[in-house]
């Protein structure tokens, strides 16, 4: 078991209700469960934003510097970008 450490912190009223309101439905046994899911959202969120920069962006931008001809105009990249978007929005009806 890890060890503790008290924190008194003072939340918006907005997000104190939300905190509350997650106890209050059963969906949370406490208060401190709702901020330690929250955490280890948060904690995981920041590490798949790491692993996409590292595995995802890097090497794309190492390849770019490399080679600036593999780069493509902007207009291109919206137009590729305007084409997924129309298929997501046609396999999401």
Do not use: C, N, Q
């Not at 450490?5 to 209050?24: F, N």
């Not at 901020?35 to 692993?51: I, K, P, Q």
């Amino acid at each position: 078991m890890s060890k503790s450490a008290s924190l008194t912190i003072t939340l918006p009223s907005d997000m104190a209700d939300l905190v509350r309101a997650k106890v209050a439905s059963g969906a949370f046994a406490s208060e401190v469960d709702v901020v330690e899911e929250g955490l280890r959202t948060l904690a995981e969120r920041d590490l798949e934003t790491e692993r996409w920069l590292r595995d995802d962006v890097a090497p794309v931008y190492d390849a770019y510097k490399a080679d600036p001809a593999v780069a493509r105009s902007l207009d291109h990249a919206f137009d590729d970008l305007d084409a997924f978007m129309a298929k997501t929005e046609g396999l999401a009806r």
